[in-house]
C-alpha cells in the first residue's frame, strides 16, 4: 500500500483522521488494516485488552451480558470511534462482550503502543477524553431509552445508528438478533419492524433490512437518537462543543 492510499484508509476512521499527522506517523508502523467477519468476537468479558481496533468500514456492538447468558447493547462503534476503550480508563480488562455486526475493516494497534502514544497527554489525549463522552452519552440515552420509549422508538433509534455506521442503506439482521440488540422480545421486534414496513420506511427480506425513507424513521424516533447524533458531531465535527 502506498503512502497515499494508507493516509486515505486511514481517514475513514474519523478520529484518525481529526489526528495531527505528527501523532499518526509515530502510530503509523504499528497500525494494521485487518478483515472483521461478521459475529467475530473482538472481546470477552474479562477478556485482557491486547489491541485496539479503529474501524474504517466494519461495525461492532458492545454488550453487557447477565450470568443467566441474557444480553443487551449498550453501544454500537463504526468509523467515528474505537474499540477497546477500556485499556485507558485505568482496567486492562473489558467489561463488555464486544462483537462484529457489519463486516469490514479496521486499523488494530497494539495495547503498548497505544498507550505509548496516549499517555504523552498529547493530542491523542485529549481526542480519547472527548470521545469517551461522546461514547457514554450514547449508553446513557440507550439505557433511558430501553427503559422508557416505545420499542417501535428503540427500533428507529437503533436503526439510525447502525444506518450512520454502514456501507449503504442496508443492514444485514435479523429480528432475533435485534431482539438481542435490544434486549426485548423477539415479536416485539417483528411488530415494530412491521409497522414500518407498512408505512414504507423500511423493506425487510430473509436477514437483511433495506432502509427505505431515512426521513421517515427520524420522524419516528425519540429524542435519544437527535442527542447521540449531536454528541458525535461536536466530538468529529465542531471541535469548540466541548473543552477539555
Same mark, same amino acid.
Not at 49 to 54: A, H, K, L, N, P
Not at 136 to 147: D, G, K, L, S, Y
Not at 191 to 205: D, M, T
Given at each position: 500500500?502506498?503512502?497515499?492510499?494508507?493516509?486515505?484508509? &486511514?481517514? &475513514?476512521? =474519523?478520529? *484518525?483522521?481529526? %489526528?495531527?499527522?505528527?501523532? &499518526?506517523?509515530?502510530?503509523?508502523?504499528? *497500525?494494521? &488494516?485487518?478483515?472483521?467477519?461478521? +459475529?467475530?468476537? *473482538?472481546?470477552?468479558?474479562?477478556?485482557?485488552?491486547?489491541?485496539? !481496533?479503529?474501524?474504517?468500514?466494519?461495525?461492532?456492538?458492545?454488550?453487557?451480558?447477565?450470568?443467566?447468558?441474557?444480553?443487551?447493547?449498550?453501544?454500537?462503534?463504526?468509523?467515528?470511534?474505537? =474499540?477497546?476503550?477500556? %485499556?485507558?480508563?485505568?482496567?486492562?480488562?473489558?467489561?463488555?462482550?464486544?462483537?462484529?455486526?457489519?463486516?469490514?475493516?479496521? /486499523?488494530?494497534?497494539?495495547?503498548?503502543?497505544?498507550?505509548?502514544?496516549? !499517555?504523552?497527554? +498529547?493530542?491523542?489525549?485529549?481526542?480519547?477524553?472527548?470521545?469517551?463522552?461522546?461514547?457514554?452519552?450514547?449508553?446513557?440515552?440507550?439505557?433511558? @431509552?430501553?427503559?422508557?420509549?416505545?420499542?417501535?422508538?428503540?427500533?428507529?433509534?437503533? =436503526?439510525? =445508528?447502525?444506518?450512520?455506521?454502514?456501507?449503504?442503506?442496508?443492514?444485514?439482521?435479523?429480528?432475533?438478533?435485534?431482539?438481542?440488540?435490544?434486549?426485548?422480545?423477539?415479536? +416485539?421486534?417483528?411488530?415494530?419492524?412491521?409497522?414500518?414496513?407498512?408505512?414504507?420506511?423500511?423493506? /425487510?427480506?430473509?436477514?437483511?433490512?433495506?432502509?427505505?425513507?431515512?426521513? +421517515?424513521?427520524?420522524?419516528?424516533? @425519540?429524542?435519544? !437518537?437527535? %442527542?447521540?447524533?449531536?454528541?458525535?458531531? @461536536?466530538? *468529529?465535527?465542531?471541535?469548540?462543543?466541548?473543552?477539555?
Amino acid at each position: 500500500m502506498s503512502v497515499n492510499e494508507f493516509e486515505h484508509t &486511514l481517514n &475513514l476512521n =474519523l478520529l *484518525l483522521k481529526s %489526528l495531527p499527522r505528527d501523532v &499518526l506517523l509515530r502510530m503509523g508502523s504499528g *497500525l494494521e &488494516l485487518v478483515d472483521l467477519k461478521m +459475529g467475530q468476537v *473482538l472481546y470477552e468479558t474479562s477478556q485482557i485488552i491486547s489491541s485496539v !481496533y479503529f474501524p474504517t468500514t466494519a461495525v461492532a456492538s458492545m454488550f453487557c451480558v447477565l450470568e443467566n447468558k441474557d444480553s443487551a447493547e449498550i453501544a454500537i462503534v463504526g468509523n467515528e470511534g474505537m =474499540l477497546g476503550v477500556f %485499556l485507558f480508563m485505568s482496567q486492562h480488562a473489558s467489561p463488555s462482550y464486544t462483537v462484529v455486526q457489519a463486516a469490514g475493516q479496521a /486499523y488494530r494497534l497494539d495495547a503498548s503502543q497505544f498507550n505509548s502514544e496516549f !499517555y504523552r497527554t +498529547g493530542p491523542l489525549f485529549k481526542l480519547m477524553l472527548r470521545y469517551i463522552q461522546a461514547l457514554i452519552t450514547q449508553m446513557t440515552q440507550n439505557a433511558v @431509552c430501553n427503559r422508557h420509549h416505545s420499542i417501535d422508538q428503540q427500533l428507529c433509534r437503533w =436503526l439510525l =445508528l447502525s444506518l450512520d455506521r454502514a456501507q449503504g442503506n442496508e443492514l444485514v439482521m435479523t429480528h432475533e438478533h435485534i431482539s438481542a440488540m435490544l434486549g426485548v422480545r423477539r415479536v +416485539g421486534i417483528t411488530v415494530a419492524a412491521g409497522k414500518l414496513q407498512a408505512a414504507g420506511l423500511i423493506q /425487510y427480506n430473509r436477514g437483511k433490512i433495506l432502509v427505505l425513507s431515512r426521513k +421517515g424513521l427520524e420522524a419516528r424516533v @425519540c429524542e435519544c !437518537y437527535p %442527542l447521540v447524533q449531536r454528541e458525535f458531531e @461536536c466530538l *468529529l465535527g465542531n471541535q469548540s462543543c466541548h473543552s477539555v
